[in-house]
């Protein structure tokens, strides 16, 4: 069976992921705008999975503390790819 990921997919998981940690601290779109110098528009839209620029994703991730997982996974992923044997 194939299993598919689109970036459409990705960009709602996000915004679901941000709208939750969100939540969970309390905090409106707003409060999280301005934490992060983006408008509240710019939260909305993201957690509707319409706005994921590389900068917005980094800037969420980063005020939930979710940055270095992220990196991990990055780098795990490319050591994996470093390690391919071909026997």
């Known amino acids: ?3 598919l990921v689109t ?3 990705v960009k709602l998981k996000l915004g679901e992921l941000c709208k ?3 939540k969970s601290a309390e905090m409106s779109q707003e409060d999280l705008g301005e ?3 983006l408008s509240r528009y710019t939260i909305q839209k993201f957690e509707n999975g319409k ?6 994703v980094l800037k969420i991730a980063n005020h939930f503390g979710l940055l270095s997982t ?3 996974a990055i ?3 490319i ?3 470093n390690n391919i044997s071909l026997y």
């Open 35 to 37: 934490a992060l110098d």
């Open 70 to 72: 992220l990196q991990k």
């Open 7 to 9: 970036v459409k997919d």
């Open 20 to 22: 939750k940690k969100r």
């Open 79 to 81: 050591e994996d790819e």
């Open 51 to 56: 706005n994921a620029t590389l900068d917005t």
């Open 1 to 3: 069976m194939i299993n």
């Open 75 to 77: 780098k795990d992923t």
